[in-house]
């Protein structure tokens, strides 16, 4: 896909949702083979210390249900589970799910983030890694999550975010010269990583992201920045019930 075919897809307004839906989806379907061996690749496998530092402020303890959504080949999932909780695996992608159950043994359910296929206050925590981004209407996937979660249940979500002033000229062209080149060589799928910087770059910096949560409701919203901001991960509790 050229530059002009993403901004048909991303900045032309009448553009519906369905069709982005259906953009991210086949994106998604096409990388799934490639996708972990892509993501070590891109980041020099720090996404696995990104992931790590996820789970280890998720800090699974006792008896919990933790959904792992947009949770991908599930290698987020995985590192949630201990003996006493249980993790789901959640995905809207049947590709990336098939990936997934090839490589763990773990439960998983087909859900989009916006119409989150399960029942309200019935999660204790929700970890999002990559995901919200992916969603065509981030708004109505946190209310979603704002739903399912208990009260006092957690979110966490690492997303890609804005790095330091210093870093950026930097990181930019690493993004856009690099990344659809490594795309290209290693996922066979050039396209799908345009697509990938496209989407970091329209989303929110950290301290929109935070108002954003805490406006939909989430309290205690907060963040971690990780590798001077490349990444983030935002965190917010679900007080009470509306
Ligand atoms: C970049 S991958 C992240 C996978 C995994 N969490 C990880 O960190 O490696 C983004 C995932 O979001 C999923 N996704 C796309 N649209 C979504 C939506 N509307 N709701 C939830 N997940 C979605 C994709 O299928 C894909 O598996």
């Given amino acids: 896909m050229q530059k002009n075919n993403l901004d048909q ?15 991210i989806r086949r994106v998604f379907t096409k990388v799934a083979p490639r996708y972990d061996l892509m993501n070590d690749a891109m980041s020099f496998g720090i996404h696995r210390l990104w992931k790590r530092k996820l789970v ?7 008896s919990q249900l933790i959904v792992d959504l947009a949770g991908g080949t599930g290698d987020v999932a995985i590192k ?4 006493n909780n249980l993790v789901l695996l959640a995905d809207p992608s049947l590709a990336m799910l098939k990936e997934g159950i090839k490589r763990h043994n773990i439960s998983c359910i087909a859900t989009t983030g ?20 992916n969603m065509t209407q981030m708004e109505k996937g946190l209310e979603e999550i704002w ?3 208990k009260p006092d ?20 062209l690493y993004s856009y010269y690099i990344i659809p080149r490594l795309g290209a060589w290693i996922a066979r799928q050039p396209e799908a990583y345009t697509y990938l910087i496209e989407s970091i770059r329209r989303f929110p910096d950290q301290e929109e992201m ?8 989430f309290s205690d919203v907060h963040y971690h ?18």
């Avoid at 916006?114 to 981004?133: C, H, K, M, P, Y």
């Fill in 9 to 23: 897809t991303f900045g032309n307004q009448e553009v519906s949702n369905k069709e982005r839906e259906q953009l």
């Fill in 56 to 62: 280890k402020l998720a800090k699974p303890q006792g």
């Fill in 80 to 83: 949630l589970a201990t003996e």
């Fill in 114 to 133: 916006e119409q989150l296929a399960l029942a309200n206050n019935s999660v204790d925590t929700i970890t999002i890694a990559f995901g919200v981004r």
């Fill in 147 to 149: 739903r399912v979660l």
């Fill in 153 to 172: 249940g957690r979110i966490l979500c690492l997303e890609f975010s804005t790095p330091h002033r210093w870093l950026r000229p930097f990181y930019n």
């Fill in 210 to 217: 935070k108002k954003t949560m805490e406006q939909l409701g």
């Fill in 225 to 242: 920045n990780l590798s001077f901001g490349i990444a983030c991960i935002h965190i917010g509790t679900k007080r009470g019930n509306r």
